[in-house]
């Protein structure tokens, strides 16, 4: 059984408040003590299955609704639709369009992509959304993660470099504005004291959001970011990322977070 424990409130993207006392379960899965205890003498090599990969798109698009995007988990009611999901799927229709060449792949794709570039607000997302009633969608949150933001423009890079429209000025446009407001809270963390080149405490935030100006051709930020990662989070010592900048703070995450090269440092071209 796998425990996972909330550490942080509704709507509060903040690393540092206290443990809201929420504990979350996932499914359970029953092993008997015999399947647990039994020799193993060779590594059993688990046989094809045909197109994996095409059947994950086609239910992607079975799944997906009138208003372009796909629900986060089923069943579920009313269903969520989360913005970290949605680019996920939109990477995944996008990438499988590209390896097979089937239209419906990229017409779903460019579904989930019109409406990521329709809910931008101010260059960026909210958290979550939900169903209108009438057929739209409605913001869930007033919560704007850093690293959703910066996996919905890698969503959008990866829609327009491998299921391209006709147009793709609404998808760069967009992934513009996206890198503009990621600058900004940049700025604004260094601001309020930050280190140089991060745009928060925790380390995941930072790594998503050096992916997605890496994928927007952002380098000089991307490069700062580099040094913020190398400077303030990882530590050679233990070969390990902290999970949060503050020397100290937070216990080690396993091995490193991120693409590193040679030196130690954080690439700052794309990563296939």
Avoid at 188 to 196: E, K, R, S, V
Wanted: aromatic share 10%; proline share 4%; hydrophobic share 40%.
């Amino acid at each position: 059984m796998e425990i996972g424990i909330s550490e942080i409130g509704n709507d509060v993207p903040s690393p540092t408040l206290a443990a809201s006392g929420q504990l979350t379960f996932d499914d359970f899965t029953f092993v008997s003590r015999d399947a647990m205890v039994s020799s193993q003498t060779f590594f059993e090599c688990v046989p094809g299955r045909g197109d994996v990969m095409g059947r994950i798109a086609r239910n992607f698009v079975r799944r997906q609704q009138p208003h372009g995007l796909i629900a986060s988990w089923y069943p579920e009611s009313p269903p969520n639709y989360y913005t970290y999901t949605e680019a996920m799927n939109l990477i995944v229709l996008s990438k499988e369009f590209a390896r097979s060449g089937r239209t419906e792949y990229s017409t779903a794709a460019k579904a989930i992509a019109d409406r990521l570039v329709a809910l931008q607000a101010a260059g960026h997302w909210v958290d979550n959304y939900n169903d209108n009633g009438s057929g739209g969608l409605v913001a869930a949150t007033t919560a704007s993660w850093f690293g959703n933001v910066a996996w919905a423009m890698i969503g959008l890079t990866t829609f327009v470099q491998n299921a391209p429209s006709t147009d793709s000025t609404p998808y760069t446009g967009a992934i513009d504005l996206a890198r503009t407001w990621l600058q900004q809270q940049i700025a604004a963390y260094q601001t309020a004291g930050g280190a140089a080149g991060g745009i928060t405490d925790g380390v995941e935030g930072n790594v998503s959001t050096y992916f997605a100006l890496v994928a927007a051709g952002a380098t000089a930020s991307a490069q700062a970011m580099s040094e913020f990662l190398t400077t303030q989070a990882w530590t050679r010592a233990s070969g390990a990322c902290a999970w949060g900048s503050r020397t100290g703070a937070w216990p080690l995450m396993s091995r490193a977070t991120g693409a590193r090269s040679s030196s130690g440092r954080f690439k700052t071209t794309p990563v296939p």
